[in-house]
């Protein structure tokens, strides 16, 4: 592994906490829905995190969506970066939460919460999903409205299923509530206008390590399983921490 230095071309603020960087940096092979660790030198360290991709892998700027968590020593600084900055990029994108390593089914169900719609957006933004699968739902459960973020991009993706959920305010348009309750009581199911089945379902799970862990038992109970290479089943996830 080596870092390649890449610059900042755009830092979008969301919200004071929610920020998008766009960055120039160097050209890397990986497969939508992969992460690639980005650092930066904070008191003669080079502190490194994982981050997902946004951009698909054919768009040559680099785009990551991140969460400033305060106390933390990355994410802070990151949310400061501005046109013309620094920062480090791996040479070796990883991961397995992709296409790849799926197997063919009728529908594709990608469920997030927070940051976790990241490599979600990078998948979305591929053929791939539009021509294996009959039918592509997002899910997107977040804290507050204003945080259901890339809604222009999601509202270009004609045929997708989009379900939005937030969590602590009323908000038109979105499910109230968690994920793993509306697996459970069907109203996901109703929201998307689809069946959650192992027969016709495949899902992929990211973000909070909670949310992960609760829907998984929502899904095994209406008769999915994990996912795994040499046992497929239908439900694969990446915990973002
Ligand atoms: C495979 C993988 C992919 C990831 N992709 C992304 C991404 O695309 N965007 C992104 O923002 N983060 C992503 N993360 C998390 C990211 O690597 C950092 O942990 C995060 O940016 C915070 O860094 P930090 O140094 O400020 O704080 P840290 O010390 O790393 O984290 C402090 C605490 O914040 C909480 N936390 C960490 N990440 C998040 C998050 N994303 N949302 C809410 N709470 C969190 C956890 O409780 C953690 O213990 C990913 C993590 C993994 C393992
Ligand atoms: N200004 C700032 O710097 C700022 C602002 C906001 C947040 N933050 C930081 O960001 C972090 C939170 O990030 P976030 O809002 O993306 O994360 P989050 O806590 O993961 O919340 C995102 C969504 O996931 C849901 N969720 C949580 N646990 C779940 C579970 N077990 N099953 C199903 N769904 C679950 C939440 O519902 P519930 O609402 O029901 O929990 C919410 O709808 C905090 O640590 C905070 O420090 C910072």
Known sequence: MTWLEAKVLENRHWTDALFSLRVEGPRLAFEA????????????????????????????RLEFYGIVLPEGPLSP?????????????????????????LPDRDSLW????????????????????????????????????????????????????????VSRESAPGALAGRIPAAVTDGRLEAAA?????????????????????????ALVARGLRKHRRRNPGHISVESFW
């Open 33 to 60: 829905g992969q992460f690639v660790r980005i650092a930066l030198d904070i008191g003669g360290e080079r502190i490194a995190r994982p981050f997902s991709f946004v951009n698909p892998p054919a768009d040559p």
């Open 193 to 217: 206008g689809l069946r959650l089945a192992p027969e016709t379902s495949q899902v992929m799970l990211c973000g909070n390590p909670d949310m992960l862990k609760d829907t998984t038992a």
């Open 110 to 165: 990608l469920m997030s919460t927070g940051t976790g719609i990241a490599p979600f957006l990078s998948i979305l933004r591929t053929e791939a999903p539009w021509k294996r699968f009959r039918n592509v739902v997002l899910v997107h459960a977040v804290r507050h409205a204003a945080e259901l973020v890339y809604r222009e991009t999601i509202g270009q993706m004609k045929d997708l299923r989009y379900v939005p959920f």
């Open 77 to 101: 600084r990151l949310a400061r970066l501005a046109p013309g900055d620094s920062l480090f990029v791996a040479s070796n994108p990883a991961g397995f939460l992709v296409l790849s390593e």
